[in-house]
C-alpha cells in the first residue's frame, strides 16, 4: 500500500499557542487529502480537506497546507484549545481510491 | 442529520467464532468504507461497498468479507475468528460523487477475541 507517514508522534503544546502537525505522504500521484481528529473511544472527525490543486485550505482555526514538490502536508491550529487534545491522522486518496492513513500525531494541550 | 451509526459498540467473541457487525450510513450516502483500527497498525482500509457493490478491497484475508443493502446498510463479517482480530473497526460513509469524497466516520465497534 502507499505509505503515509508522520513526522511527529506527540506534540505538546501550551493553551492558546498555534500547533502545527506534519505528514509526509509518499505517492505524488495522490490528489485528495483529509485531515481526521479522534478522541479517545470515538471514531475518526472530519476536520478539513484538500485537492491536490490547491496550497492552502482555511477552514474554522485550522489551515491545511499542501506542498506537492515535497509531498508534505501540515495542519494548523490557532489558538489551541484543551478541546483540541486528540490524535490527528492525515490520510491521502488516488483518484477517488482508497484511502491511506497516517500513524497519526498525539496532540498535547497544556492549560 | 444523523450520523453514521454502528452496531453493537462492543463485542467479545472466542477464538473460531464469527462475527457480524453493522454499518448505517449518514442518509444519502452510498458509499461505505470499513477499516479495522489496532494500537500496532494503525487504520487500516478493509473494503468499500457502493449501490450494493464491492468497489475496492485492503489487502485483508478471505475471512474479512462484507456486503451492502439496498439501503445502504452495510455489514461487514468475519469468520474464524484469531486473536489478532481484537480491533475496533470503523465504517465511513461518503456520498461519493465527482466532487465529493470526504467520509465520515461513525464511533466503531470494539471486537475482543479471547
Known amino acids: 500500500g502507499e505509505s503515509v507517514g508522520l513526522h511527529l508522534p506527540t506534540l505538546s503544546v501550551q493553551e492558546g499557542d498555534n500547533s502545527i502537525i506534519n505528514c509526509a505522504y509518499s505517492?505524488?500521484?495522490?490528489?485528495?487529502f483529509i485531515w481526521y481528529k479522534q478522541e479517545s473511544g470515538k471514531g475518526p472527525q472530519f476536520i478539513i480537506d484538500?485537492?491536490?490543486?490547491?496550497d492552502k485550505r482555511q477552514g474554522q482555526r485550522v489551515t491545511v497546507l499542501l506542498n506537492k514538490t515535497v509531498k508534505h502536508l501540515s495542519l494548523q491550529i490557532a489558538a489551541t484549545q484543551p478541546g483540541d487534545s486528540a490524535v490527528y491522522f492525515c490520510a491521502e486518496n488516488i483518484n477517488f481510491n482508497k484511502f491511506y492513513f497516517g500513524s497519526g500525531t498525539k496532540l498535547n494541550v497544556k492549560p | 442529520k444523523a450520523g453514521v451509526t454502528q452496531t453493537p459498540r462492543y463485542l467479545i467473541k472466542t477464538r473460531g467464532q464469527q462475527v457480524t457487525l453493522s454499518c448505517s450510513p449518514i442518509?444519502?450516502?452510498?458509499?461505505v468504507s470499513w477499516y479495522q483500527q489496532t494500537p500496532g497498525q494503525g487504520l487500516q482500509f478493509l473494503f468499500e461497498y457502493f449501490s450494493e457493490t464491492q468497489r475496492n478491497k485492503g489487502n485483508f484475508p478471505g475471512r474479512f468479507s462484507g456486503r451492502q443493502f439496498s439501503n445502504s446498510r452495510s455489514e461487514m463479517n468475519v469468520s474464524t475468528l484469531e486473536l489478532g482480530d481484537s480491533a475496533l473497526y470503523l465504517c465511513?460513509?461518503?456520498?461519493?460523487?465527482?466532487?465529493?469524497?470526504?467520509?465520515?466516520f461513525g464511533p466503531g465497534t470494539r471486537l475482543t477475541v479471547t
Open positions: 442518509s444519502g450516502h452510498r458509499s
Open positions: 484538500i485537492r491536490s490543486n490547491m
Open positions: 465511513a460513509s461518503s456520498l461519493r460523487t465527482s466532487g465529493s469524497y470526504e467520509q465520515y
Open positions: 505517492n505524488s500521484a495522490s490528489d485528495y
